[in-house]
């Protein structure tokens, strides 16, 4: 790993290298593999840790950068191990095709770390493009047989790797069904749960049904006493009227009935906005009922509170 002093010291000089290329990158892989690449080959500076890495790139999390890195490294290892030894042929044929075939196998193992998100068809691809640059090669220096041969080699090779790749993929696609399973369990858990959602949602509009209903009942027997009430006050004041009239002949029982008629219809008025101020709490608990309706949607339905009901006003008589 790249030592920590290191790179406190050479920061300014990391950054420098890093420079416009960084952002550039658009991938958080892309990012990783560019600050390892920059710390270990050009600075030579070690391999970096997923920290450090992460100090620069400002992207990911430290287990999926741990991730590249150890894709990175391993493809350095494998990078590194692979040198083609062709007797007879000039050092600069053998340094080309050593960097094409890690140029493939560079290739094959981003695939495979990637995830194989390209088919079997691109791999192919990849394959038939490095027999293509291989006999392109051989064609360019007039390469004798024995140079074909060493060429088919690397290509057998190649293939080697592509077998390998496709057990991959062939793994891959177990571990895709098993994930597939999965997800449709999930789905069917999902569908159940909506399912006990909706059964709840319909019971507690049922429920509210109900509640209305029965507010309603609560209304119009409150409406009921209103009305009564109103025609006590206008018996009242129909009863004063005529008092008023006899307490012309009668002075004074005509005060004292005056006053008693008065405290009466004080005391029926006073009933009567009780009467409406009920009415009132009643509309304003019906109006909360609604609110609680819209906003209890997709929650696990609470019992309805029960509110009560005003009793009956016991009515005076006349």
């Keep these: 790993m790249a030592d920590s002093a290191g790179l406190a010291a050479s920061d300014a000089q ?7 290329r960084l952002d550039a990158c658009t991938t ?9 690449s920059v710390l270990y080959y050009e600075l030579d500076l070690g391999f970096p840790s ?10 990911g999390s430290l287990n999926d950068i741990q ?19 062709l007797p007879g042929f000039p050092e600069a044929v053998s340094v080309a095709f050593t960097e094409a075939a890690k140029a493939v196998w560079a290739a094959a193992n981003q695939a495979a770390a990637a995830g194989w998100d390209a088919d079997r068809a691109a791999a192919d691809a990849k394959v038939q493009a490095a027999e293509a640059f291989a006999q392109e090669e051989l064609r360019l220096r007039g390469a004798a047989e024995a140079r074909t041969q060493a060429a088919l080699l690397t290509v057998e090779e190649e293939r080697g790797l592509r077998g390998a790749a496709e057990q991959r993929l062939a793994a891959l696609g177990q ?10 369990h999930a789905h069917q858990q999902l569908a159940t749960a909506e399912a006990a959602r909706q059964a709840e949602l319909q019971q507690f509009s049922r429920d509210l049904e109900a509640e ?21 006050i206008h018996e009242a004041r129909e009863q ?15 005060e004292i009935d005056v006053a008693l008629s008065r405290q009466r219809i004080l005391g029926l008025e006073a009933e009567l906005s ?33 509110v009560m009901r005003p009793g009956k006003h016991r009515r005076k008589g006349g």
Excluded: C, W
């Design 67 to 85: 991730r590249d890195l150890r894709a990175f490294l391993s493809e350095i290892k494998d990078r590194e191990r692979l040198q083609l030894d």
């Design 212 to 232: 209305r209903e029965a507010r309603k009942r609560d209304a119009e027997m409150l409406e009921g006493d209103i009305r009564f009430a109103k025609m006590q």
């Design 274 to 306: 009780k009467l409406r101020q009920d009415n009132l709490v009643q509309r304003e608990q019906v109006a909360a009922l609604r609110g609680r309706l819209v906003a209890g949607v997709g929650k696990p339905k609470a019992s309805a509170p029960g």
């Design 28 to 36: 958080r892989a892309q990012k990783t593999r560019l600050v390892a």
């Design 240 to 254: 004063n009227r005529l008092l008023q009239e006899q307490m012309k002949a009668n002075k004074a029982d005509r």
């Design 14 to 20: 990391i950054r420098q290298a890093l420079g416009q």
């Design 175 to 184: 571990e895709a069904d098993s994930l597939k399973s999965a997800l449709a």
């Design 50 to 59: 997923a920290t450090t890495v992460r100090q620069y790139t400002q992207h």
